[in-house]
């Protein structure tokens, strides 16, 4: 009854907009093994050599654990309970569950298996994929398209030609990006941020002429092209432009820098350029939900906003949720944002299934009076003056698990100033600044 209920009210308050689903960062494990021990990953051996009363993992997953099946198939069930006919579904990459310990046939054995189930789960819905850091063979790891990631390149899109347009599979041939067409009126671009990471070992992140540099050189006709037309963008890609924050099982991992320094600054002078026809940009990656702004050369106000969605698995320290986001029908703008979430200890308990519960929505549940640039600076000032806030976005972040830390003020100041500023210039000296009491 309680799902019911959730499901009316949200089909009665979409009257004049259709919705874009964000899944991201699925890292399906087919090795999860329910009543293993959650510290070995949720893999063998057996329950009867765990102490009783241990936490054993549950049947839809554990926080120190990748995606069983059953949570997958719960999640595509969700989303079509409630999708519309005018839906669109993004899935911003990641569908391994750790791509350096599974070997090259795994790997592209579970990226064609995720796209056929999806396209039997949404056979007349269009759905548009990036690559993940997790989807290339060894992870994080993409060089020359035209040559030795030519077959990483050629299997991926093997995989993803069960959903994707036969122009799109077309385009994206050459490097994993390209350019489809929505809805009329809408340019989509589709990013591969793996030649944008900083851990990709055969990029140097310089403006040479390499696959890294030629893919913005193709993003920058792309929204040229765009304003040519008259067309709204939108962009998606799974490594978000800026900084960590510090989400990730309480602690700041990897280092702070998402993409390479060269990478960043040439997105900002784009978003400079073109942001006002940039409607909606979504990432995943960092697991938790956020965003990141992006200035005008002022340093003041806003030329655009990331949107970095969280992840399906509950993998590490949050629980399973996904963003849907309202679109005006007209105007194929940014009109709402709902965030939902499976509690896996009620999911997980005996007779339990996984039920996916509506948790926030943006601008209503904030006080916002919109979802435009000059609301959402609102909304970070307050994060910025009010502490008890800023622990409530953690919070969220989280998708309402209680990971148990404490937040101090250095977690606090790597949220706030990733948030902030994606601007390297700006980042630098906000990360030094001791946040307020």
Not at 387 to 405: C, E, H, I, S, T
Request: proline share 5%; with cysteine.
């Amino acid at each position: 009854m309680r799902f019911a209920v959730l499901t009316c009210f949200v089909l009665v308050s979409l009257a004049s907009t259709y919705s874009v689903w964000q899944l991201t960062d699925i890292h399906v494990d087919p090795d999860y093994s329910i009543g293993a021990d959650p510290a070995k990953g949720c893999h063998p051996p057996s329950p009867a050599k765990l102490p009783n009363g241990a936490e054993v993992c549950g049947r839809f997953g554990n926080t120190k654990a990748y995606s069983p099946v059953a949570l997958v198939e719960s999640t595509l069930d969700f989303v079509n309970s409630l999708r519309g006919k005018d839906d669109v579904i993004v899935h911003t990459g990641d569908v391994s569950w750790y791509t350096q310990t599974i070997g090259k046939a795994d790997e592209m054995y579970g990226l064609k298996q995720l796209a056929t189930v999806m396209h039997g789960a949404f056979p007349d819905t269009k759905v548009y994929p990036s690559t993940g850091n997790h989807d290339t063979w060894p992870c994080d790891i993409l060089g020359n398209p035209e040559g030795v990631s030519k077959w990483v390149i050629d299997d991926y899109m093997d995989a993803w030609q069960a959903i994707l347009g036969k122009e799109e599979l077309e385009q994206a041939r050459y490097a994993g990006y390209y350019v489809a067409i929505p809805r009329p009126g809408v340019m989509l671009i589709s990013l591969n941020s793996v030649y944008f990471h900083q851990d990709n070992l055969l990029v140097t992140g310089h403006l040479d002429g390499g696959a890294h540099d030629k893919q913005l050189g193709w993003f920058e006709k792309s929204l040229a092209a765009a304003e040519q037309s008259n067309m709204t963008v939108w962009i998606i890609s799974h490594v978000p432009f800026g900084f960590h924050e510090d989400l990730h099982d309480g602690e700041i991992q990897w280092g702070p820098q998402l993409t390479f320094l060269n990478t960043t600054q040439k997105y900002i002078s784009l978003m400079q350029r073109y942001g006002d026809r940039v409607a909606l940009q979504v990432y995943g990656h960092q697991h938790s939900s956020g965003y990141r702004l992006v200035h005008q050369a002022d340093g003041k106000n806003l030329a655009a906003i990331q949107f970095v969605a969280p992840s399906v698995t509950p993998h590490v320290g949050k629980y399973p949720s996904m963003w849907r986001y309202l679109m005006d029908d007209q105007t194929n703008r940014l009109v709402g944002i709902e965030q939902w979430f499976v509690n896996l200890t009620l999911a997980n308990q005996d007779g339990g299934r996984a039920t996916w519960e509506l948790q926030a929505r943006w601008p209503q549940d904030f006080g916002m009076a919109d979802l435009e640039l000059d609301s959402w600076q609102k909304y970070t000032e307050r994060m910025r003056t009010d502490p008890a806030f800023l622990m409530k976005v953690r919070r969220l972040a989280l998708a309402n698990y209680d990971d148990g830390k404490t937040c101090d003020d250095d977690c606090r100041q790597q949220l706030l100033c990733a948030t902030l500023y994606t601007e390297p210039a700006l980042y630098e000296p906000c990360i030094k600044v001791k946040p307020k009491a």
